[in-house]
């Protein structure tokens, strides 16, 4: 008893030498920093996830050492954990089940019968990798659709924008004109190519009549596969895009745009089981002038930009998720920021009194998946003379943390993962907006400001 009293208590309190152990001889793949996560988890963290494993999984539990049955927290809790680490549940069963014939063998020494764990062990580690392919693609298929204002469409492709925002960039649409900026460009001609979907777009600008361009035209890139027949949707002196109206379903069926003149042939294909109209909504945010989304051999998902997003913009983080951007060009003041954080920040809301006084209160990015958002739950609440001064982030493939610097204090989200990025000042700057990326956390956040 007391051998097995032992090898419990030193299971539950940390397997990090286990794990290393793991990673060398069955290839799961986890990197040092999940490695460093798994050895931080607590006895509670250990106890939940190897109850699951073992009583619903049919991980084999090392002789000697009893695993209590779940309770009804227990699956929850477990899925918080894989996921604040960053591994599949198929790569933590996988763990699992050596740490069980690690453990089987340890119980054998003391003289334990353990030749029954070991070969569930050496079944199971064989059937995880498997299973970890299977559940990555049965939470893909079965994860609820994202809400994003500026993008619609299906899951797939790689992403893409127009580059409207700043003139370092090889890829900024004006470069040929470098004395020039966005707002003396308007909206040419869309290009959009298209079968039974919509192929590929691409976007062209003139200058404004009056601009020291107004004779001069310039491409962006066409983004999409090269199938297709070309279509031309050609804008007038003097007319913009209101709004894009777009079908979809895994990829983008049909497009139609509404013009402050028109309304546009719907261009594309007859499917598409969703319908959005993007743009429109806001006029503080102008015209629709560029376009963003995701593509491969055919457009994916389609977002648009307008003239609010021609400002100064910088964010960090990975580039996975659904854009969002909460737009403050209207505010008069914040009023609170919500914070849930965890290993990474799972999710942002924001409060604003608009111009008329009244509060507002912008959609909750992150947290957006099966179980719903975790973290736990902290707040800024804003005076209303409190006005922020800058931002650092640490960041990778999601935002690990945010610090928040204000006239009167500084208030620190999130754990201490990542890499410290360039802190982003905003004294002496009009804060117009917050963009980034969210799924389950947030993948990337920053801000749109003019100087």
Not at 114 to 125: H, K, N, Q, Y
Not at 277 to 290: E, H, R, S, W, Y
């Amino acid at each position: 008893m007391s051998t097995s009293l032992a090898t419990q208590e030193q299971f539950f309190s940390n397997p990090l030498s286990a794990l290393d152990f793991v990673d060398r001889i069955t290839g799961t793949g986890v990197s040092d920093a999940q490695l460093s996560k798994l050895g931080a988890l607590p006895a509670q963290a250990w106890s939940s996830l190897m109850r699951v494993a073992v009583h619903k999984h049919g991980v084999a539990a090392p002789a000697g050492i009893e695993i209590p049955l779940p309770d009804q927290k227990d699956d929850a809790y477990t899925t918080e954990i894989l996921e604040g680490v960053g591994i599949a549940l198929g790569t933590y069963l996988g763990i699992a089940s050596v740490l069980a014939g690690v453990l089987a063998a340890i119980c054998s020494a003391a003289g334990a019968p353990a030749l029954f764990f070991a070969a569930c062990s050496a079944i199971f580690g064989i059937l995880a990798l498997g299973l970890a392919a299977l559940i990555a693609f049965l939470k893909w298929i079965i994860q609820p659709e994202l809400h994003s204002s500026i993008e619609f469409g299906g899951k797939g492709g790689t992403l893409f924008r127009d580059i409207l925002d700043h003139h370092q960039s090889t890829d900024w649409a004006f470069r040929d004109f470098p004395q020039s900026v966005a707002s003396q460009w308007e909206v040419d001609r869309v290009d959009i190519w298209t079968g039974n979907v919509v192929d590929a777009i691409q976007m062209h600008w003139r200058g404004k009549p009056g601009s020291p361009y107004a004779d001069k035209r310039v491409s962006g890139r066409k983004f999409g596969g090269g199938g297709g027949q070309l279509h031309q949707f050609t804008l007038q002196p003097g007319e913009y895009i209101a709004s894009v109206k777009v079908k979809a379903g895994v990829v983008v069926d049909s497009v139609q745009f509404k013009t402050n003149m028109r309304v546009s042939d719907r261009f594309g294909g007859g499917g598409g089981d969703r319908e959005t109209t993007l743009g429109g909504g806001d006029d503080a945010q102008g015209p629709v002038i560029g376009l963003l989304g995701r593509a491969g051999g055919v457009i994916d998902a389609l977002g648009v930009q307008h003239a609010l997003q021609t400002h100064h913009t910088v964010a960090y983080g990975g580039s996975g998720g659904i854009p969002f951007l909460i737009n403050l060009s209207g505010m008069q003041r914040l009023v609170r920021l919500d914070v849930w954080q965890g290993a990474y920040i799972d999710a942002i809301q924001l409060h604003w009194l608009n111009q008329a006084g009244d509060l507002v209160s912008g959609p909750m990015y992150g947290g957006y998946a099966l179980g719903g958002v975790g973290g736990e739950k902290k707040s800024i609440e804003f005076a209303a003379d409190e006005t922020i001064q800058s931002l650092v982030l640490r960041s990778e493939l999601y935002v690990d943390h945010i610090r928040v610097v204000t006239n009167k204090r500084t208030v620190d989200f999130g754990a201490n993962g990542g890499t410290e990025r360039p802190a982003i000042n905003l004294g002496g700057r009009k804060l117009l907006g917050f963009v980034g990326r969210y799924t389950k956390f947030v993948d990337q956040f920053g801000v749109i400001f003019a100087d």
